[in-house]
């Protein structure tokens, strides 16, 4: 891929530039799509993301100091900071990196100090996880140049750490998860609970689009948390009738059915889509198994109503991207993804019609919210390298 050669090197070269000898290793991070199950993944359910062929490229060499010291190519901007011990947060960019220093000394590892150079052509706030990308390089980065051993899904843990406890953003596990796990030509089916990764191929002819609304909405942490919390709420009203349970993993549809009239709203709604939408993972996985594009797309088309309806996080403009795809011949079906609230709408298409549903989505967006959506075509690609 042209692409990652020229990333790989702009990181190598910024690095040459800035510190003025070549870098040890280039260390390259992908972003992720999720295909389907939405905000299932803090509640210990299932998801079933792809890592994208969009990246972030860390280009480090070890230094004798304590220190971090980082270049971010694509904003202009050095930060350096201590190791021994890692400040606290300060906002901003830098606070990922460090994040990760932090919680990787937390376990108790010792990082050797590094010089680095920062690029991403992962979008910033579009759902595409750049955080998660950048926090995956670094600590892959840091655990090549000090030499410790930390395998891939404790890895993906600090980093989760790192985004909840320093820089203060209760994200779900899935995010650093599928940046560690990608697999080329496949999603993965994770499983929030035990962490157990399944790759899942994608069928041949099949494309991956990403349409991104361009709204960034301020709210999505708050309502982000708000979910969280109502989620735990229902888990609490639940558990009196089934004293087992421990998350909304835990409730089986007819459970649910059942004992739905306990759960005042929003409570109900939001229960009624988790365990929906955990279900529909698994059938969804099974669908794409079988090579059934239609019932892997039929699958995405409910996801959305459910995150629109009941878990009310959609907005004018995903819906409107999400039913326009819909209506497109070829295109098997779309869904609001990430958080919600603005960002990003992924169509699983055939190759043949990415172009006629690209300029659907163009022509329709412009005409009602007169702005662009920016389109990606993206590969599902391997984790990080
Ligand atoms: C964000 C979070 C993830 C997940 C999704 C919703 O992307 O970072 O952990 O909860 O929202 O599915």
Redesign the pocket.
């Known amino acids: 891929m042209q692409h990652t050669t020229h990333n790989s090197q702009l990181a190598a070269q910024a690095f040459q530039e800035r510190f003025g000898y070549p870098p040890a290793i280039v260390v390259r991070a992908p972003g992720r799509v ?1 295909l389907l199950g ?5 509640n210990e359910g299932y998801v079933l993301p792809a890592a994208v062929d969009r990246a972030a490229w860390v280009a480090a060499a070890p230094v004798s100091e304590p220190v971090g010291r980082i270049v971010a190519l694509d904003l202009g901007e050095e930060a350096t900071f201590s190791l021994t011990p890692v400040p606290p947060p300060a906002g901003g960019w830098a606070d990922y990196p460090r994040g990760v220093a932090w919680a990787l000394a937390e376990r108790g590892l010792e990082l050797t100090g590094v010089e680095a150079a920062l690029t991403s052509d992962v979008p910033v706030g579009a ?1 595409l ?1 750049s955080s998660a990308a950048v926090e995956v390089a670094f600590a892959w980065a840091w655990r090549t140049l000090s030499g410790f051993d930390l395998d891939r899904t404790e890895l993906a843990l600090a980093c989760q750490q790192a985004e909840n406890d320093y820089v203060g953003v209760r ?2 596990v ?2 650093q998860m599928a940046a560690v796990w990608g697999r080329a030509g496949h999603a993965i089916l994770l499983d929030c609970r035990t962490l157990e990764v399944e790759p899942v191929r994608l069928p041949d002819g099949v494309a991956i689009l990403v349409a991104d609304t361009t709204v960034r909405r301020e709210l999505a942490s708050s309502e982000y948390n708000r979910r969280r919390r109502e989620c735990e709420e229902a888990v609490r009203l639940l558990s009196r009738h089934l004293p087992s349970i421990r998350a909304l993993r835990d409730v089986s549809p007819e459970e649910f059915a059942r004992l739905q009239h306990h759960l005042p709203p929003p409570l109900r709604q939001r229960a009624r889509h988790v365990i929906a939408d955990n279900a529909r993972v698994l059938e969804a996985v099974r669908a794409l198994q079988a090579g059934d594009l239609e019932r892997m797309g039929e699958a995405m088309r409910r996801c959305h109503r459910s995150l629109r309806d009941d878990y009310e996080v959609s907005s004018p403009e995903l819906d409107l991207l999400a039913e326009t795809a819909w209506n497109v011949p070829g295109c098997y079906g779309a869904r609001l993804t ?2 919600g609230f603005g960002g990003c709408v992924v169509a699983l298409v055939a190759e043949t019609a990415v172009d006629d549903l690209a300029a659907a989505l163009r022509r329709t967006y412009q005409a009602r919210f007169r702005r662009r959506p920016t389109i990606y075509t993206c590969r599902a690609a391997d984790g990080v390298t």
Not at 38 to 42: A, K, R
């Open positions: 999720n939405g905000h299932t993944d803090y759902g996880s994200c779900g899935m995010d990430g958080a």
